[in-house]
Each structure stands twice: as structure tokens, then as C-alpha cells.
């Protein structure tokens, strides 16, 4: 059974609450010691001092504004009034909730429509080739609005589609610095630097989405691609490999084998599978030089 320690400590965290003018807190905490002191078994000399410090925080709620009009004559707990005095706070204490998450949630969509407003008037720019204004909007936008979750993926994806590669770098290496869980921007960063001919830069950039995020058959033939222009023909015959062992329909990276294969083995190279001493399939790979 509850006894009037309890009781006396939730009257003294609404006490508490009340200096400092956390209205929703205070309520709570009031509501939780008249729950309380309806069900218990707290009489005498206990209740009455309980009920003088409930008095004393029903008047400091009576005079926040928030209140004033809602109970102008004041509040007070007056004998038995216990569960109807719990029925009334718990009522206001819900509509008060109610109304901050109502106004919450209509200065969140304000807030998202300000940065779509933001975005899609620099994409207009970029449509238009105007890239100046589109990038001035773009920082504008980023600066305003960097806690935003993918916003700087989103314009460095935007820039990178309308050819302007150098300026996503920033964007997009930003991205990965506030989250490198999100796989996101390394697609397009890799894309930019492949954009910018900074290759080895690309292929680094693979290896660490590999290491990030596991085997990708997208990102292997990304690195095949990277290692077949910088005419590194074993890694770009291996890394397509990769791709086609994950996605057999791989069409792309097959051609890079098909292209790498003469470079490496010479022509008239074929490849036929046969049983080892382990009796798994192998590959064994014949050519003529």
C-alpha cells in the first residue's frame, strides 16, 4: 500500500516543477499525488499536511497564464475533492499536451516546407543552367538547415546530375562525415571523382563502402569500371568477377571481363570448370599467347 512518503514526494517534484513554470510536468506530478491519495489509505494529521502542500502548489499553478483564464477563481483541493480535483488536472494537463504538439507539429511541416521551398527553387536554377543562383540558394540552404537529416546527399545528388561535380565534392563529403552509416553519398561521391578524373580517389572510396557496408554488386562494378580506365586489368577483371558472383545477370561487368580477358591471357583464352581433389568446381582458364 502507498503510503504518504510517496505521495509527499510527488507533491514536492510538482512543487518543484511549478518554480520553474513546467506547467505540463507540474500537472503531472500533481495528478500522480491525488491518484494516489484517493486510493490510499493516508488519514489524519498525514493528509491534512499533504493536502496544505498541494494547496500551496495549486496556487502557484492558479497564477501562470496559461491558467488564469481557464480557472479565474483560482484552484484549491476542498475535502473528498480528490478524484474530481485528479479528473480536472489530468483533463487540462491533456488539452495543454495537445495543443504544444499540435503547434509542434505544424512548426515542423513550416520548417520542412521552408527547406523544400529552398531546394526546389535552386533546382529551377540548375534546370534553367543558372548555377550560380541555383549554388547560392544551395549554401543558403544548408547553412540554414545543416541538422537536417540527407540534405547536403540531396544537394550534392542535385549538383552532381546537372554536371557540376566540383562543387558536390563539398556536399557529399559532408554527407558521409555527419553519417557514414547512410550508403547514400558514396555512390554520387564516387561519381564526382570519376566526373573529375580523380580515379584512385574513387577506388579508395569503393573499397571503404565495402568495408562499410558489405559485398554490393553495384559497387564492385563501380570498381571494376575505375580500375578498367586506370588500365589495371587484373583488379578490374576481379572486381567485375565479384560483381557477377553476387548478380549473375550483371551484364555490365561481364563486358568489362570480356574487354580485360585478351589484356590478361592473351587471345583465343576459354574457360571450362572442372572437379578438383576437393570436388568442388573450378575454373581453369586456357590461352594462347
Not at 540527407?150 to 559532408?174: C, F, N, S
Not at 550508403?183 to 569503393?206: Q, S
Not at 583488379?235 to 558472383?245: K, N, P, R
Amino acid at each position: 500500500m502507498v503510503g504518504a512518503k510517496t505521495i509527499r514526494e510527488h507533491v514536492a517534484r510538482a512543487k518543484a516543477y511549478a518554480s520553474r513554470f513546467e506547467i505540463l510536468k507540474t500537472l503531472s506530478s500533481l495528478c500522480d499525488a491525488l491518484k494516489l491519495l484517493n486510493t490510499s489509505k493516508v488519514f489524519g494529521r498525514e493528509k491534512f499536511e499533504i493536502e496544505i502542500l498541494i494547496d500551496e502548489v495549486l496556487r502557484t499553478l492558479s497564477g501562470m497564464p496559461q491558467l488564469k483564464s481557464i480557472f479565474p477563481n483560482g484552484l484549491s483541493l476542498k475535502k473528498g475533492q480528490e478524484a474530481q480535483l485528479y479528473k480536472t488536472l489530468r483533463t487540462v494537463h491533456d488539452k495543454i499536451q495537445s495543443a504544444i504538439e499540435k503547434a509542434e507539429m505544424e512548426k515542423m511541416r513550416a520548417y520542412k516546407l521552408s527547406i523544400d521551398k529552398a531546394i526546389l527553387t535552386a533546382q529551377k536554377f540548375l534546370d534553367e543552367e543558372n548555377f550560380a543562383d541555383a549554388k547560392r540558394i544551395f549554401r543558403k540552404a544548408a547553412d540554414k538547415f545543416a541538422d537536417e537529416p540527407g540534405i547536403d546527399q540531396d544537394i550534392g545528388g542535385r549538383l552532381l546530375r546537372a554536371g557540376q561535380a566540383k562543387d558536390a565534392l563539398e556536399y557529399l563529403e559532408t554527407a558521409i562525415e555527419k553519417d557514414s552509416r547512410d550508403a547514400r553519398p558514396y555512390t554520387h561521391l564516387v561519381m564526382a571523382y570519376e566526373m573529375l578524373g580523380e580515379l584512385d580517389k574513387g577506388i579508395e572510396l569503393t573499397k571503404d563502402a565495402l568495408r562499410n557496408f558489405g559485398p554490393n554488386d553495384r559497387t564492385y562494378l563501380i570498381q571494376a569500371r575505375l580500375f578498367f580506365k586506370l588500365k589495371k586489368w587484373d583488379e578490374a577483371f576481379d572486381a567485375a568477377e565479384a560483381a557477377l558472383a553476387i548478380n549473375p545477370l550483371a551484364n555490365s561487368a561481364q563486358k568489362i571481363i570480356d574487354k580485360v580477358k585478351p589484356r590478361i591471357f592473351g587471345k583465343g583464352k576459354g574457360v571450362s570448370q572442372v572437379k578438383g581433389k576437393d570436388g568442388r568446381e573450378k575454373k581453369v582458364y586456357t590461352f594462347d599467347l
